[in-house]
């Protein structure tokens, strides 16, 4: 891994563990258990909701996916045999 892209993830599992990030979470989980109900939805705002609901999930995994990007990026591969 290149020592920019290393820096990037560092840098990005610092942000995940500060207090505003966690409050940040705690936010969009509120949201999204929020927006995620079918309440006086109509036809015109049903594709609204599936968008922001997919942002919001994409935000609330993304240390998750991080974590597992990285970790696929620093674990070593096994060389083939020949």
Do not use: H, I
């Amino acid at each position: 891994m290149n020592k920019e892209l290393e820096d990037y993830y560092v840098e990005r599992f610092k942000m995940f563990e500060t207090k505003g990030w966690k409050d940040l979470m705690e936010d969009l989980r509120r949201a999204a258990d929020s927006t995620n109900r079918l309440d006086g939805v109509t036809v015109d705002t049903l594709m609204f909701k599936q968008g922001e609901l997919s942002v919001l999930r994409w935000m609330l995994s993304m240390k998750e996916m991080s974590e597992t990007v990285f970790d696929e990026l620093t674990t070593p591969k096994d060389e083939p045999e020949e």
